[in-house]
């Protein structure tokens, strides 16, 4: 069977992953912030597409490649890859997922697109990538987001590495502890805690004009994430 597609993957630049036991037993990878695909969307691409790991010795075909679609999905976990998959747009190819659309998904850059919205309270988010324990001090002086304050290291999700600092007492003592080694986001902390004294996290997927409700999380935590939660509204998926 001929195969049109190339389906782009990749090992996250730091060249580390964290492995975890499958439902059989089997010890398998955890790809951090890869792009999840439903059941028959996985299937036609393996079955329509050659698997294309970045940094691969074997070079890509790219006059028989009619389409690609990258599973990588966070520009700081991927740079490099994704730097590489850029530069197959020389050829004109078709590529969903596109890298040079995934720096618009930078917690800092959506919340500042979202900040003209009037009717929804948007958290100021800033970058701050000062390396230096000084200099860092002075950046998250300048971005003027006063606590409570959320601080978490880029690349982070279901809340590694994430606090809320609740004053600024707080906030001097987490820096003077911290062991700078990334680039880090600092976020306004909206308290949005609801009449029934929950904390409600919703996932909801767009495609073009049309949004799906993928679960809605809630928790007396205002730490909110896959494995605080006490309890989780679930959509079926649509086949």
């Known amino acids: 069977m001929l195969k049109h597609g190339l389906y782009f993957r990749a090992i996250p630049d730091s060249g580390t992953v964290r ?3 499958n439902p059989t037993g089997t010890p398998a990878p955890i790809w951090p912030n890869h792009t999840s695909f439903a059941e028959n969307h996985t299937k036609y691409l393996l079955n329509n597409s050659d698997t294309f790991w970045a940094g691969a010795e074997k070079k890509i075909n790219v006059s028989k490649i009619k389409w690609i679609v ?9 740079k490099n890859s994704l730097t590489m998959l850029d530069e197959l747009m020389l050829h004109n190819i078709p590529i969903f997922n596109h890298p040079r ?5 930078r917690r800092d850059i959506v919340s500042e697109k979202l900040s003209t919205l009037k009717s ?14 000084d200099n860092f ?6 971005a003027g987001i006063k606590p409570p304050l959320i601080l978490r290291p880029e690349k982070s999700q279901t809340g590694q590495g994430m606090v809320v600092l609740d004053n600024e007492e707080e906030l001097i003592s987490y820096i003077e502890n911290l062991e700078i080694k ?21 996932r909801l997927i767009f495609v073009g004009p049309e949004y799906f409700v993928r679960h809605v999380k809630s928790s007396k935590n ?3 994430h896959r494995e605080s939660s006490d309890k989780t509204f679930q959509w ?4």
């Open 19 to 21: 492995v975890a036991l």
């Open 70 to 78: 990258n599973s990588l999905a966070d520009v700081d976990e991927y």
């Open 101 to 105: 659309t995934l720096i618009n998904t």
């Open 120 to 133: 929804v309270a948007v958290p100021k988010c800033v970058r701050i990538v000062e390396k230096d324990k």
């Open 137 to 142: 001090k002075k950046a998250v002086k300048l």
């Open 182 to 202: 990334s680039a880090y986001y600092m976020t306004e902390f909206i308290d949005s805690v609801q009449p029934d004294d929950l904390y409600y996290k919703a």
């Open 222 to 224: 205002r730490i909110l």
């Open 236 to 239: 079926e998926e649509e086949k």
